[in-house]
Structure formats: C-alpha cells, structure tokens
C-alpha cells in the first residue's frame, strides 16, 4: 500500500479563519513533506520532518504552522492567509533511515481557496 | 547546486507513436533521479527512479528511462502511447542524496498531449 491520505480535499476560507489541513500514511514512512503547488507550476517544498522532529523550513511565513504529531500524521495549521496563498496543497512521504528507499509518495492534495 | 531542466513545455504524440519527454540534470556527485506524472487534480505519482545500476529503468504503466550519465539526461520513454497518458510530467533530482531527508528539485513539467 503506497497511500497518502489527505483532508479536507476542497477548502475555501476568508483571510480572518483558523483552518487545519491533515495528512496520514501508514506506510512507515519516518519523513513527511508539506508542498504547495500552483496550477501547472512544479511542487514548492514547504516543510520536511524527519522523525517527527521539523528538520527543513523553507522560509515559510509563519500564517502557515506545521505540526507532526506521530509518525503517521502531519497537520498544516492556517491563519490569517492572503489570496495569494491559494493553491494545492501536497503531503508526501518517504521512507528515510537506513532503508531508504529515497522516492517520494504524494498525496491527492487539498485544494485551498483564500477569499 | 542541483538543478532539473525540461527543455519542452509541451510534447503532442498520436496514439500508437512511441513518445520520449527530456529532462536533463546538473548535479555535484552522483545523481539520484525521479520521474513523476500528475493527472488533472490529483496529486504526483511516481513512476520510476535511478539510483544506481542499469543505465534503463522500467517503471509503472509500461515507461522506462535511460540515464546518460555522458549527456547528463533522464530521458522518460514509452513504446507505444496512450491516450491516457495524456497528463503533466516532472522530472525530479534528490537534493544532497546523502543527507537523511530528500529534498527534491523538480523540473518546471512537461505536459504531454496523446491524440487519437
């Protein structure tokens, strides 16, 4: 099973809510990724976990806050976003360690609209 | 710096042709490439890789690769198109292949557009 789920898939919110993205892998997965991606444009790394623990921030703004609160789940809390912000979001993961086997798996994605 | 290029915004191909869509690296060290493929709202699949070994890589839904390492390309291949393959295509390069978390730079995409 090489599935990543994630939810909600559809999100429209005003630029004053607090919404949450989720994602979950049951792969053993010990990396999970957040990605950002405008339409017909390559993925935009956002954030990396490894083993729980945030191990690369891309310079993200702080409206957006990663959370990884096992090894099977990873959240994206949102406040305060711009319009601009709209786009799909991607959840990844990898297996990592001394088995890695390096590819990537992705998420179906939650599409954001910021109105 | 490890970077990805897809020479080709779009390639058309008619069903039955085999079809090639190009990606070429520059990286330091041995590179650890990717092919992944993104139908309309939906997410990335992946579809094959090079790490090490056969310079050919078969993949998922009949695609192969060949690595050059000479021309430093990743070439994505298929003998025989479908229509159904008709979607966006990423190349994608494993930054800092050693290090325990993989960042991956992609290429800006390829779509491929398969006529009947």
């Known amino acids: 099973d090489t599935e990543v789920t994630q939810t909600p898939k559809h999100l429209v919110m005003g630029m004053t809510n607090k919404k949450s993205l989720k994602c979950e892998q049951h792969?053993?997965?010990?990396?999970m990724y957040w990605y950002k991606q405008k339409a017909k444009k390559p993925p935009e790394l956002m954030f990396v976990?490894?083993?729980?623990?945030?191990?690369i921030n891309e310079s993200v703004p702080s409206r957006f806050s990663p959370e990884c609160p096992n090894s099977s789940l990873l959240n994206l809390h949102l406040h305060a976003l711009q319009p601009e912000d709209s786009a799909l979001y991607l959840c990844?993961?990898?297996?990592?360690?001394?088995?890695?086997?390096?590819?990537?798996?992705f998420g179906p994605g939650t599409r954001l609209t910021v109105t | 710096a490890q970077s990805v290029a897809q020479p080709e915004d779009q390639v058309n191909v008619a069903e039955g042709n085999p079809l090639t869509v190009k990606c070429t690296y520059s990286v330091s060290g041995n590179p650890y490439l990717f092919w992944y493929v993104q139908y309309p709202n939906r997410g990335l699949q992946f579809l094959l890789k090079y790490i090490t070994g056969d310079n050919l890589v078969k993949g998922s839904y009949g695609f192969e690769a060949e690595f050059n390492k000479s021309q430093t390309s990743f070439h994505l291949k298929k003998p025989s198109a479908l229509v159904s393959d008709s979607a966006l295509y990423f190349c994608?390069?494993?930054?800092?292949?050693?290090?325990?978390?993989?960042?991956?730079?992609f290429g800006q995409g390829t779509t491929l557009q398969v006529k009947p």
């Open positions: 976990y490894s083993y729980e623990k945030l191990s």
């Open positions: 990844a993961s990898s297996q990592e360690g001394w088995t890695r086997t390096y590819e990537q798996y």
């Open positions: 994608a390069v494993r930054d800092m292949p050693s290090s325990n978390t993989g960042k991956l730079i």
């Open positions: 792969m053993g997965h010990r990396a």
